[in-house]
């Protein structure tokens, strides 16, 4: 059974106090890792999709990154805007196409 | 462009009702699936959808069925409502619903079971 475990749970950073997520797997053939912010009552807003280990992607203060059992998300100088929760999810080579997601990290950005 | 659009936003119903969430793509996108959201926890899988067949199927009772339409949009029914059934439903659209297509999400239906 494929799996996807985030740690810290939630993280409570001052402004401008960088750090990184982490979000570990366990699947049979990944075919693809994605990253996403949800705010709250909100649907997931996309970030990055990784495909293989080694493979980074950037954007704004957001950077991702991938080994073949885990994933991190590094914010660097952090606003408070970036505060949210953080979903990681993966897409497994057999099965029903469909992702499945950690628990996510809460994220909250003091200023 | 519009994003995913999904209705209604909010829903109350009572144990042993039925109901139906609808969605409709990103235009130009063939493929929806279906998401369940408890509170705290990542959306699980439900459903998904491309050109009108079903792909694939979460684990989740037969209670829950749903159908794409062809114009792309769709239909999440849900009969015998349980007080389990309380969550955010999220439908998603992608492109073909391949294996490294990008799933963008709608804002979700708050759906209540009193």
């Known amino acids: 059974e494929d799996q996807v475990t985030q740690s810290p749970e939630a993280l409570r950073l001052q402004e401008g106090e960088s750090s990184s997520l982490n979000c570990s797997y366990t699947?049979?053939?990944?075919?693809?890792l994605f990253w996403y912010r949800q705010d709250p009552g909100k649907g997931p807003e996309f970030l990055f999709t990784l495909y293989s280990a080694g493979e980074e992607k950037e954007k704004e203060r957001l950077k991702a990154t991938l080994t073949k059992k885990e994933s991190f998300l590094h914010i660097t100088a952090p606003k408070p805007e970036d505060s949210a929760t953080y979903l990681c999810?993966?897409?497994?080579?057999?099965?029903?196409?469909?992702?499945?997601f950690g628990k996510g990290t809460h994220l909250i950005i003091q200023p | 462009d519009a994003g995913v659009t999904q209705s209604p936003t909010h829903l109350i119903k009572t144990r042993g009702q039925h109901v139906t969430l609808r969605c409709s793509p990103i235009s130009g996108h063939k493929s929806v699936s279906w998401y369940q959201q408890v509170l705290g926890q990542g959306p699980q899988f439900i459903f998904q959808?491309?050109?009108?067949?079903?792909?694939g199927r979460g684990n989740f009772p037969d209670r829950f069925s749903a159908r794409q339409f062809p114009n792309y949009s769709s239909e999440l029914n849900v009969n015998a409502l349980l007080l389990g059934d309380s969550a955010l439903y999220l439908c998603a659209s992608s492109l073909v619903g391949g294996t490294t297509d990008t799933q963008y999400f709608g804002p979700g239906t708050r759906l209540t079971v009193l």
């Open positions: 699947v049979s053939g990944l075919r693809g």
């Open positions: 999810a993966v897409q497994a080579g057999g099965g029903a196409d469909g992702l499945t």
């Open positions: 959808y491309y050109e009108k067949e079903e792909r």
